[in-house]
Each structure stands twice: as structure tokens, then as C-alpha cells.
T-cell receptor, first 114, second 116 residues
Framework: KAGVTQTPRYLIKTRGQQVTLSCSPI?????VSWYQQTPGQGLQFLFE???????NKGNFPGRFSGRQFSNSRSEMNVSTLELGDSALYLC?????????????FGPGTRLTVL | AQKVTQAQTEISVVEKEDVTLDCVYE???????LFWYKQPPSGELVFLIR??????QNEISGRYSWNFQKSTSSFNFTITASQVVDSAVYFC?????????????FGKGTKLTVNP
């Protein structure tokens, strides 16, 4: 079974631009979560989607948004990029997003904001 | 609030040494799940193990073993006879159920370097 895939793997943007990251979950998984990893803050939860609905959201500004499609693929968008948005963005999928499920992570998208 | 503490920021050992990575957690939930993930330089978080709060039986998987103790809120991870390929950042995580699903709360990670 193929794992979680994320595209693109690397991105360089400038302040003020917007960016869209994509995540394809493991086949059959319906829950997708996004995490931001920075050296200072570590791994922080962004949001979680299940059946095209956002069920859970972390403490991030409204510039961070996401969506999920009917095939469970998910995208996250960051508008008006700031230098502090430079990070590794990790996507994780699980069967249903319940506590009995394990989250499996993709390789991440490394975003650099100049 | 859920919290995970990994006090060891970096550990350096020589190949074949045993190494233990510490994890201490805080939660008010009576039912919860604990996880260990490994992050090699490539960046992907690799799932290692999941334990639930009502199963304190220790587990061994090859060179890996885990010691879960509710009395001390600890979930420690030991690598026996370490190898260079074990070099990575290891994260301990705790489940945090909200809004009908759950997120993971991670510790800051422990960077393990195994030298030949």
C-alpha cells in the first residue's frame, strides 16, 4: 500500500505571497491532519479533516486554511506569507481520525519564506 | 492541558551501546494513547509504537523496547545495541481528543546520534 504523499516537497516563496500544499492520504484513509514543524515551536497541530469537514483546528491565525476533497485528498493554504511561516509542513492520515487509529505521516513539504 | 516532555535534547552514543529515551506526559484523561515516532534526516515521521493507558505491559520489538509506567506518567524507549541507522530525532506524542477526533501533542524530540 502506498504511503502518504505530499507535493511539492520544497517551496520557496516571498513575503506576502500565498501557497497551497497538497496531501494524498493512504488509500482507504478518510482523516487527514496537518502539522507545522519549526525549530522553535516543534510540531504543532494545524487542523484535521474528515469526510470533507474540518473537525478540529489548532491555534493558528486565519491565514492558514485547508480543505478536503471527496477522494480524501487534502490541501492547505497559507495566505499573506510571513517569514515565520517557514517550516516543514507534515500531513498525516488515519482511518477515521479516532483515538484508536494511528496517524501515518508523509515526507512533508519544506516551505521557505524569503 | 496535555503536555509531553522529553528532557533529553540530544544524545550521542557509540554503536552497540544501549540508549534510553525518556518521555514524561501530563493529562487529565483516564483513557489516552501514547506514541513514539522516528524522524530521520529525510523528514518523514515514522510510526514506531502506540500504547493505550489501560495496558501497562512493556513491549519488546527486536532491538526496541518500551517501558510504560502510569504511576510516574512515563513512557520510555530503549534501543539495545544501537546502530548508525538509528540516528534520528525521536518524538514521543500523546493523544488529545477534541471535536470528535484527536490530535497528537508532541514532545520537543530527542536527537540521537549513533557514532560508528
Amino acid at each position: 500500500k502506498a504511503g502518504v504523499t505530499q507535493t511539492p516537497r520544497y517551496l520557496i516563496k516571498t513575503r506576502g505571497q500565498q501557497v497551497t500544499l497538497s496531501c494524498s492520504p493512504i488509500s482507504g484513509h478518510r482523516s487527514v491532519s496537518w502539522y507545522q514543524q519549526t525549530p522553535g515551536q516543534g510540531l504543532q497541530f494545524l487542523f484535521e479533516y474528515f469526510s470533507e469537514t474540518q473537525r478540529n483546528k489548532g491555534n493558528f491565525p486565519g491565514r492558514f486554511s485547508g480543505r478536503q476533497f471527496s477522494n480524501s485528498r487534502s490541501e492547505m493554504n497559507v495566505s499573506t506569507l510571513e517569514l515565520g511561516d517557514s517550516a516543514l509542513y507534515l500531513c498525516a492520515s488515519s482511518s477515521r481520525g479516532y483515538r484508536t487509529d494511528t496517524q501515518y505521516f508523509g515526507p512533508g513539504t519544506r516551505l521557505t519564506v524569503l | 492541558a496535555q503536555k509531553v516532555t522529553q528532557a533529553q535534547t540530544e544524545i550521542s552514543v557509540v554503536e552497540k551501546e544501549d540508549v534510553t529515551l525518556d518521555c514524561v506526559y501530563e493529562t487529565r484523561d483516564t483513557t489516552y494513547y501514547l506514541f513514539w515516532y522516528k524522524q530521520p534526516p529525510s523528514g518523514e515521521l515514522v510510526f514506531l509504537i502506540r500504547r493505550n493507558s489501560f495496558d501497562e505491559q512493556n513491549e519488546i520489538s527486536g532491538r526496541y523496547s518500551w517501558n510504560f509506567q502510569k504511576s510516574t506518567s512515563s513512557f520510555n524507549f530503549t534501543i539495545t545495541a544501537s546502530q548508525v541507522v538509528d540516528s534520528a530525532v525521536y518524538f514521543c506524542a500523546l493523544s488529545d481528543p477534541q471535536g470528535g477526533s484527536e490530535k497528537l501533542v508532541f514532545g520537543k524530540g530527542t536527537k540521537l546520534t549513533v557514532n560508528p
